[in-house]
């Protein structure tokens, strides 16, 4: 089986970003490139990082009007994404129209909470839930809109399986034990991850800021 190991690489420098890459290629089951990378390089950079032959999760986490996003799903419809997310947030319609556009083979998940957020940071945006309440509500909003799974902390990843047992699971807050948190909030070790039923982990800066990325990805996969 291959890793469940996605590695987040986000720099906007697509040299750093190749380097990286391949010097991991063999310890992971794919990378994952986001909005730093995909302003900085676009399609074309999206195109050279998939040519180095690892799965590429295209975490855009598009949002906006259910046409906008069908559309602009369409335009990434020549990358066929092992991968793709949208926020949940935009709603059942978005989600939708976002299935309907991306290619057969691409996962379509819907990021719930984001791990950066907490109970308070909920509340300051007028969620009065507990983020294991939004994310559940969240989850179901997803599978009724036809899409492949979630995006959402270790934490509540067990309740969400639960709910959708063909799910697919998307994790990231995963930090090895000995390992900062950073900007993230709702953080899980990534052994802790798989119990709980992801599917697959995100895991970015313990990899690419480590002095040496390939090391800090085999003893990351040693736990699992
Ligand atoms: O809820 C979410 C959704 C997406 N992410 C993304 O995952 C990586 C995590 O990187 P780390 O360096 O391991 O913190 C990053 O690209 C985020 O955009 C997330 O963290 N939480």
């Given at each position: 089986?291959?890793?469940?190991i996605f590695v987040a690489i986000d720099t906007p420098d697509l040299e750093r970003a190749k380097t990286i890459a391949t010097r991991i290629r063999n310890h992971v089951g794919g990378i994952k490139l986001g909005l730093e990378f995909f302003c900085?390089?676009?399609r074309q950079g999206i195109r050279e990082m998939a040519d180095l032959g690892?799965?590429?999760?295209l975490d855009l986490k598009l949002?906006?009007?259910?046409?906008?996003v069908g559309k602009a799903v369409q335009a990434l419809r020549p990358l066929e994404p092992a991968i793709l997310t949208v926020h949940a947030a935009g709603g059942r319609a978005m989600l939708e129209d976002?299935?309907?556009?991306a290619p057969?083979?691409?996962?379509?998940?819907?990021?719930?909470v984001l791990t950066s957020l907490d109970r308070s940071d909920l509340g300051a945006i007028g969620v009065?839930?507990?983020p294991h309440d939004q994310v559940a509500r969240l989850t179901g909003l997803a599978r009724e809109a036809g899409l492949d799974g979630v995006v959402c902390s270790g934490n509540e990843v067990a309740a969400a399986r639960a709910s959708w047992p063909d799910g697919f699971f998307v994790v990231p807050g995963v930090r090895p034990a000995d390992a900062q948190a950073g900007d993230q909030k709702r953080v899980v070790t990534p052994r802790a991850a798989l119990d709980a039923g992801a599917s697959i982990l995100v895991i970015g800066r313990p990899i690419t800021q480590a002095q040496d990325p390939d090391l800090a990805a085999r003893a990351i996969a040693a736990t699992l």
């Open positions: 089986m291959s890793s469940p900085a390089n676009g690892l799965p590429v999760f949002h906006d009007i259910p046409n906008t976002a299935k309907a556009a057969l083979g691409t996962k379509v998940v819907a990021v719930t009065e839930d507990e």
